[in-house]
């Protein structure tokens, strides 16, 4: 029976494909072995020239995404002189101010290419319960000005799909450390007694016995966020996570209908070097509760990371800047799971009064025990 020419499986004759990989014209290639032929002598050995070095790849990352480009939806693209960020809006939106710094200096962009996104998490509520949460969130805080309610002014807040570079990756890591375990001993010392002669006492005293300590750490860390916007850092992305990325969709353009999205300013190889170091620092945290006893130090960490793949997410937040007096501050809120985060201006009169009641209690302690502490 005649061999598949690229699997070697034994087929019928005449198959026009291999049933076991699929091969077209399995056996078109099979034709009577040549005969034997006299052997010519090999040709002088030469010395190969080594191929040139060829340089390492800097990013090692698979895109986990669907690939392309554009948001397929019908959009206008403008961007905020004031603030720089870039944000591609539903036409059928009329207003045009920039939905992170409030400033109408914003003008059209034409041609913007942006990369196509591969998962969406829809926004869970309107914009009328955003308003609300904000004005509660607005009125909480203690060192709040206490007209801050009354006195401040919202521009439109709008909904916009903000670009994250969503990460996946494997940790390996090896540390070690000085594991320190406590014990109470008894520790004598001089005193007073009452008529003033000079005592013995002895009180318990807390000390650390020191041993070192190593271990490994592995852990796989999945849709892991990087801001990949221009009008949101890093440091806020803390401030409004999680997103329940398990409740994400496929992208599709019609989640644009009525809501802006900012086009990605980072590129994929930008935000893993700020995904290695958040990483790093979660591990080192991680290992660090491994360690024995009651406390540590000297921790080293050392963590390699491997097996990188990353998506575009466009993740929901309603965003505005509301002005109170002559300054103007800004808020977000997560649409998908209602966290607000923002910044609010501070009463310097409440802060003052709480510090000079701090310092009088602290005066008025010191002051009692330079009376009491000494009897």
Same mark, same amino acid.
């Given at each position: 029976?005649?061999?598949?020419?690229?699997?070697?499986?034994?087929?019928?004759?005449?198959?026009?494909?291999?049933?076991?990989?699929?091969?077209?014209?399995?056996?078109?290639?099979?034709?009577?072995?040549?005969?034997?032929?006299?052997?010519?002598?090999?040709?002088?050995?030469?010395?190969?020239?080594?191929?040139?070095?060829?340089?390492?790849?800097?990013?090692?990352?698979?895109?986990?995404?669907?690939?392309?480009?554009?948001?397929?939806?019908?959009?206008? /693209?403008? #961007?905020? @002189?004031?603030?720089?960020?870039?944000?591609? %809006?539903?036409?059928?939106? =009329? $207003?045009?101010?920039?939905?992170?710094?409030?400033?109408?200096?914003?003008?059209?962009?034409?041609?913007?290419?942006?990369?196509?996104?591969?998962?969406?998490?829809?926004?869970?509520?309107?914009?009328?319960?955003?308003?609300?949460?904000?004005?509660?969130?607005?009125?909480?805080?203690?060192?709040?000005?206490?007209?801050?309610?009354?006195?401040?002014?919202?521009?439109?807040?709008?909904?916009?799909?903000?670009?994250?570079?969503?990460?996946?990756?494997?940790?390996?890591?090896?540390?070690?450390?000085?594991?320190?375990?406590?014990?109470?001993?008894?520790?004598?010392? /001089?005193? #007073?007694? @009452?008529?003033?002669?000079?005592?013995?006492? %002895?009180?318990?005293?807390? =000390? $650390?016995?020191?041993?070192?300590?190593?271990?490994?750490?592995?852990?796989?860390y999945e849709d892991w966020l990087i801001s990949a916007s221009q009008g949101l850092d890093q440091d806020w992305v803390g401030k409004i996570v999680p997103f329940q990325m398990e409740q994400a969709k496929p992208y599709s353009g019609d989640y644009l209908a009525g809501f802006a999205a900012e086009n990605p300013s980072l590129t994929a190889a930008e935000g893993k070097v700020t995904a290695e170091v958040e990483l790093k620092e979660k591990e080192?945290?991680?290992?660090?509760?491994?360690?024995?006893?009651?406390?540590?130090?000297?921790?080293?960490?050392? /963590?390699?990371?491997?097996?990188?793949?990353?998506?575009?997410?466009?993740?929901?937040?309603?965003?505005?800047?509301?002005?109170?007096?002559?300054?103007?501050?800004?808020?977000?809120?997560?649409?998908?799971?209602?966290?607000?985060?923002?910044?609010?201006?501070?009463?310097?009169?409440?802060?003052?009064?709480?510090?000079?009641?701090?310092?009088?209690?602290?005066?008025?302690?010191?002051?009692?025990?330079?009376?009491?502490?000494?009897?």
């Amino acid at each position: 029976m005649p061999k598949c020419k690229a699997c070697t499986a034994e087929i019928p004759a005449g198959s026009a494909t291999c049933p076991f990989c699929g091969t077209a014209d399995p056996i078109a290639a099979a034709v009577p072995s040549a005969p034997e032929v006299q052997a010519v002598p090999p040709a002088p050995e030469v010395q190969a020239t080594p191929p040139a070095p060829q340089p390492a790849a800097a990013v090692e990352l698979h895109d986990k995404g669907p690939g392309g480009s554009g948001f397929d939806h019908d959009v206008k /693209t403008f #961007k905020c @002189e004031s603030c720089g960020a870039t944000v591609s %809006y539903d036409p059928a939106l =009329k $207003t045009m101010a920039c939905a992170y710094c409030g400033s109408t200096y914003v003008v059209e962009v034409e041609g913007q290419q942006v990369e196509r996104p591969g998962r969406v998490v829809p926004f869970a509520f309107a914009r009328d319960h955003a308003e609300k949460l904000f004005w509660q969130w607005l009125g909480k805080g203690f060192f709040r000005p206490r007209d801050l309610t009354k006195k401040s002014t919202i521009n439109e807040i709008r909904g916009v799909y903000m670009p994250f570079w969503a990460f996946d990756a494997d940790a390996d890591s090896d540390w070690s450390a000085d594991a320190g375990y406590n014990y109470t001993e008894q520790e004598a010392y /001089t005193d #007073k007694d @009452e008529k003033g002669n000079t005592v013995t006492k %002895y009180r318990n005293v807390t =000390k $650390t016995r020191w041993q070192p300590a190593r271990g490994e750490h592995t852990a796989h860390y999945e849709d892991w966020l990087i801001s990949a916007s221009q009008g949101l850092d890093q440091d806020w992305v803390g401030k409004i996570v999680p997103f329940q990325m398990e409740q994400a969709k496929p992208y599709s353009g019609d989640y644009l209908a009525g809501f802006a999205a900012e086009n990605p300013s980072l590129t994929a190889a930008e935000g893993k070097v700020t995904a290695e170091v958040e990483l790093k620092e979660k591990e080192t945290e991680q290992c660090g509760r491994m360690v024995p006893g009651d406390t540590h130090r000297n921790l080293h960490v050392a /963590t390699r990371l491997s097996r990188w793949s990353y998506d575009l997410a466009l993740l929901p937040l309603w965003i505005a800047a509301y002005r109170y007096k002559d300054d103007v501050y800004r808020f977000l809120v997560n649409g998908q799971t209602g966290k607000v985060e923002g910044k609010a201006p501070i009463s310097w009169v409440k802060l003052i009064v709480v510090l000079l009641i701090a310092a009088g209690a602290i005066g008025l302690g010191v002051g009692l025990w330079a009376i009491f502490g000494g009897k």
